[in-house]
């Protein structure tokens, strides 16, 4: 068990290569409308990070052990699907609900962050649609504003658990948060649930991203048979969203920020 403590030059690095992901999110949001594809969107982004960017699309063969190697820039998950979603040729359909999810690499440092949208905008979207990306949000922020250091993994987790479930939604447990920086995916794995004082305490320097995924029904999932896409069992819909952090002398900061991500809806 050994989690990276990143030096000042090392977080500037990951400042860049955060940012950049973030950037590759408010570039592509007016393109999700009725009738593209994830593959498009896909190719948009791919294209973004590539060429304008200077970044190489981290999960593009991509393959943790146990894993074929992942075929696209981007993950792009709709509807009841929960995380991992491969870009395919469906058109999306209006109130369809999105995320997408960036990671890229600049100079060998990750960034890594996602966000949802309604095709065709919010106005397009059931109210069950909105409440559940809403919520989710929430999520994410609650477990962002439980960073600190000396707080423990599980204040993270708690938080995120208490906020879906009292608001009828349920927490995924097969997926979670993790390390990052040199790798993709490194330790500590971040966990959407738990109890506060649980787990390994917080120090400066420690990168990590959180990524709440949250159901409208229950908490199960399952694999689709191309080993990559993961949706929900009862097949309600799923919301997540994601940044990259870093624990800071005095709290947090949040390195995938951008120009058009939502802000933090507590502050
Ligand atoms: N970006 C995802 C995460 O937040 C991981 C995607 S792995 C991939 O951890 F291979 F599917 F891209
Ligand atoms: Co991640
Ligand atoms: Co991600």
């Known amino acids: 068990m050994s989690v990276t403590i990143k030096t000042p030059e090392e977080v500037e690095n990951m400042r860049i290569a955060g940012r950049l992901a973030g950037e590759v999110l408010d570039y592509i949001e007016p393109f999700v409308?009725?009738?593209?594809?994830?593959?498009?969107?896909?190719?948009?982004?791919?294209?973004?990070?590539?060429?304008?960017?200077?970044?190489?699309?981290?999960?593009l063969n991509y393959a943790p052990p146990g894993y074929a190697p992942y075929p696209k820039s981007i993950c792009a998950s709709v509807n009841h699907q929960v995380c991992h979603g491969v870009p395919n040729d469906r058109p999306l359909k209006k109130g369809d609900i999105v995320n997408l999810d960036i990671t890229t690499i600049k100079d060998g440092w990750?960034?890594?962050?996602?966000?949802?949208?309604?095709?065709?905008?919010?106005?397009?979207?059931?109210?069950?649609?909105?409440?559940?990306?809403?919520?989710?949000?929430?999520?994410?922020?609650?477990?962002?504003?439980?960073?600190?250091?000396?707080?423990?993994?599980?204040?993270?987790?708690?938080?995120?658990?208490?906020?879906?479930?009292?608001?009828?939604?349920?927490?995924?447990?097969?997926?979670c948060g993790h390390g990052i920086g040199r790798k993709f995916h490194e330790e500590p794995q971040v966990l959407h649930y738990g109890?506060?004082?649980?787990?390994?305490?917080?120090?400066?320097?420690?990168?990590?991203?959180?990524?709440?995924?949250?159901?409208?029904?229950?908490?199960?999932?399952?694999?689709?048979?191309?080993?990559?896409?993961?949706?929900?069992?009862?097949?309600?819909?799923?919301?997540?969203?994601?940044h990259t952090v870093c624990v800071t002398a005095s709290g947090v900061e949040v390195l995938t920020l951008s120009a058009g991500a939502p802000p933090n809806p507590f502050k």
């Open 33 to 59: 409308k009725p009738g593209i594809t994830t593959e498009e969107l896909d190719r948009l982004c791919h294209d973004y990070m590539v060429k304008v960017q200077g970044c190489i699309p981290a999960p």
């Open 110 to 175: 990750h960034g890594d962050t996602s966000r949802m949208f309604v095709t065709g905008g919010t106005t397009a979207g059931s109210i069950l649609a909105n409440r559940l990306i809403r919520i989710t949000h929430e999520c994410l922020w609650l477990g962002i504003n439980a960073v600190r250091p000396g707080a423990s993994l599980g204040d993270i987790g708690a938080a995120i658990q208490r906020h879906a479930e009292t608001n009828g939604f349920s927490v995924v447990r097969e997926f």
């Open 195 to 242: 109890r506060r004082g649980d787990g390994i305490r917080l120090e400066p320097g420690m990168v990590f991203t959180i990524e709440p995924m949250i159901n409208a029904g229950k908490a199960a999932v399952s694999e689709l048979p191309d080993g990559w896409t993961i949706v929900t069992k009862d097949r309600s819909l799923s919301a997540q969203w994601e």
